[in-house]
């Protein structure tokens, strides 16, 4: 029988999800851990426009709707 646990926490002052994974396998166990900085869709249009990408777009899904904060998805088109 395997086993899987996690735990999921934000820290936010530093933006941050922090994951932690245990694997369970009879007496094996072995722990995993994830951390992911989180980007607010102005800091990403920035981000871009710094690295030379000329036009970038926020929308809130893959259908083209557009992005709000409280959906939980943002998906960027950007061109060089």
């Known amino acids: ?7 999921r926490s934000f ?10 994974w245990l694997l369970e396998s009879g007496t ?9 900085r989180m980007y607010s869709a102005e800091e990403i249009s920035l981000l871009l426009e710094s690295c030379g990408f000329g036009r970038v ?12 904060k409280d959906k939980g998805r943002l998906v960027v088109l950007a061109t060089k």
């Open 57 to 68: 777009a926020i929308i809130g899904d893959l259908d083209g709707r557009p992005y709000a």
């Open 11 to 20: 820290d936010k002052r530093m933006q941050r999800v922090e994951d932690r």
């Open 1 to 7: 029988e395997v086993r899987l646990k996690g735990v």
């Open 28 to 36: 094996d166990k072995k722990e995993f851990c994830t951390s992911a």
